[in-house]
């Protein structure tokens, strides 16, 4: 079992900038790919970035690559989330999520174990 719990959600103005992190605790950290989804109100959860098993890289989905940085700790079994030039279509309720996929897990039948979510409202 691994338990995992957001945080650093909030409200941001748009071009600002949020930090989202995600404390994973029970079985070992390092075992798992760990991803970061979003979801509106009336629409799948949908793949946001993750940070591969397999070598360790990041892979981003097209909406977030280049403004999105996902990053982790191992030391802390921490995963971080780092949104900058935010939107207002980022708006949304995030998840981290962990996978023990080799490859680069983006569906949501590919992870394990999700958190409870962090609300991000980004205004215009």
């Known amino acids: 079992q691994v338990q995992l719990v957001e945080s650093g959600g909030g409200l941001v103005q748009a071009g600002g900038s949020l930090r989202l992190s995600c404390a994973a605790s029970?079985?070992?950290?390092?075992?798992?790919?760990m991803g970061w989804f979003r979801q509106t109100p009336g629409k799948e959860r949908e793949f946001v970035a993750v940070d591969r098993k397999s070598d360790d890289s990041t892979y981003y989905a097209a909406s977030v690559k280049g403004r999105f940085t996902l990053s982790r700790d191992n030391a802390k079994n921490t995963v971080y989330l780092q949104m900058n030039s935010l939107k207002p279509e980022d708006t949304a309720v995030y998840y981290c999520?962990?996978?023990?996929?080799?490859?680069?897990?983006?569906?949501?039948?590919?992870?394990?174990?999700w958190g409870q979510g962090t609300q991000v409202t980004v205004s215009s």
């Open positions: 999520a962990a996978s023990t996929y080799w490859g680069t897990p983006q569906k949501l039948a590919e992870y394990s174990y």
């Open positions: 029970g079985r070992t950290f390092r075992d798992y790919a």
